[in-house]
Each structure stands twice: as structure tokens, then as C-alpha cells.
């Protein structure tokens, strides 16, 4: 029986279209595992997607793949999140609910754990802060479901 909960990372490829040196984090949207969200992106619909930022903490951008084994295609969009003019944005995690994506995100500049919502996979916006840690740069913003309990986590 093959365990359909999790997604193998070793010994397998996947191919992201456009530059390979400039991703930085990147993440695909998930709940326990990696979350089918089925929502239409550049006219089509799509089943899964996926988040990064470049390395500077300026720009986040948005993939779309309709096959794990395939190529994720960079959003025609992009940047959807632009913090060069504000702050830095750092470690985009989008997490799947079964109606809106959820994104935790580090606000750099100001030590903030940030949690921003979509419901069509492409403009977010800002809800609330999650946490400030005065003086500690680099959070991680990482959130998952618990497969115990079903409550997400931090």
C-alpha cells in the first residue's frame, strides 16, 4: 500500500520554470500534506500551488503545477507581494483551510510573524500580526496541520 500522506523528497526532480539560482524558499501550499486547491490561474484551473521570495526578502512570488512529477510554472503576475518600498519579506507559508490560503510570512524589518489571507491564490491581504520578537530577525513563519488534532500550528 502506498502512503498517500506524504510527498518524497528524496531521489525525485521537479523542475521550476524561469531562473533556478533566484528561488528562496520555496513552498508549496499545503494542509497535512500538500493541499489539490483546484483554483483558476491564468485562466485555467489549477490544482496545486506554491510560494517563494527572492533572496533579498522583496519579492514573493506564486507557482502553479497541475502534476507533483511536473514543471511548476512561474505566475504571469508576479511579484504578488512586494515589500521592497516597506519592509522585508522573508519565507512565505501557505497553508490550505478548503476555502482560503493562509500565509505566514516574517516582516523582517520590523521582527514580525505576519499572517496575511486569499481565496483566489493570488492577492493576499494583511489580517493580523502573529508575534513581534524585538530584535530577533529571521523567524520562522512555518505553519502546519496537525494530523492529531486538526489544529494548525506555528
Given at each position: ?24 524558499t520555496f513552498q508549496p501550499a499545503h494542509d497535512i500534506n500538500i493541499a489539490e486547491v483546484n483554483l483558476t490561474i491564468d485562466g485555467a484551473p489549477r490544482k496545486y500551488l506554491a510560494y517563494d521570495c527572492d533572496p533579498n526578502g522583496t519579492k514573493f512570488r506564486f507557482y502553479y ?90
Open positions: 500500500m502506498v502512503d498517500t500522506h506524504f510527498y518524497g523528497m528524496t531521489d525525485r526532480w521537479t523542475t521550476i520554470s524561469g531562473d533556478p539560482i533566484d528561488r528562496h503545477t497541475d502534476n507533483l512529477d511536473g514543471q511548476w510554472t512561474e505566475y504571469s503576475g508576479n511579484p504578488i507581494l512586494d515589500g521592497r518600498a516597506v519592509t522585508e519579506y522573508r519565507w512565505p507559508s501557505v497553508a490550505w483551510n478548503g476555502t482560503a490560503l493562509h500565509m505566514s510570512l516574517c516582516d523582517n524589518a520590523h521582527t514580525v510573524l505576519e499572517r496575511w489571507t486569499s481565496t483566489n491564490g493570488t492577492g493576499f491581504t494583511y489580517q493580523e500580526d502573529i508575534t513581534t520578537v524585538n530584535g530577533t530577525a529571521y523567524m520562522n513563519p512555518f505553519i502546519w496541520k496537525d494530523p492529531n488534532d486538526s489544529k494548525w500550528c506555528l
